[in-house]
């Protein structure tokens, strides 16, 4: 199995399929816009704008099973993105994370980078750190804020301190 067998619809409605992402750095987050963390939306911006250039992608997916942080439409979920945090990065449908109606990709992460106490996403803004040959490398609670990704990124040569 790899990362490079799924396919998302964005926003748009538009299919991507992850093969488009080879020889890209990919971190995958489960987002909503009613959530704690939202502000993180603005975070993730700035390290995809830094680093986009070395090829990280950063690749949002709504979704509105953690306590109904994620109630609106494809319209009013682009609009709070764009908006409020100036997002650039892809943004896809509204998505499951848990369960068995869990979108595949988010199954993939899930069993190949195992949780603490269970494999299920626990919150909005876990982020899955992929990297540039497709291999998952970590998972990041919510709470790990896109600053701390930053060093991660850098510690660990990923990117170049810019």
């Known amino acids: ?28 987050v489960n987002t909503a816009s009613k959530c704690g963390f939202t502000p993180q939306y603005e975070g993730l911006e700035k390290l995809y704008q830094k680093y986009k250039d070395q090829g990280l992608v950063v690749l949002a997916f709504p979704c ?9 439409d494809a319209s009013s979920i682009k609009n709070n993105c ?4 100036g997002v650039s990065f892809p943004v896809f ?10 979108h595949p990709i988010f199954k993939y992460l ?3 980078l195992p949780g603490f106490i269970t ?15 497709g291999k998952p490398l970590k998972r990041f609670a919510p709470f790990t804020s896109p600053e701390k990704i930053n060093t991660y990124l850098v510690k660990n040569n990923i990117v170049k301190e810019s």
């Open 82 to 85: 764009l908006i409020n945090y």
């Open 1 to 28: 199995m790899s990362i490079y067998q799924y396919k998302a619809k964005t926003l748009q409605g538009k299919e991507i399929d992850f093969s488009d992402f080879q020889n890209k750095t990919l971190l995958i």
């Open 110 to 112: 899930k069993k190949v």
């Open 119 to 133: 494999n299920a996403v626990k919150w909005n803004f876990t982020k899955f750190l992929i990297d540039a040959n």
């Open 64 to 72: 509105n099973q953690f306590n109904n942080q994620e109630p609106g």
């Open 93 to 102: 449908e509204k998505v499951l994370v848990n369960g068995k109606n869990a």
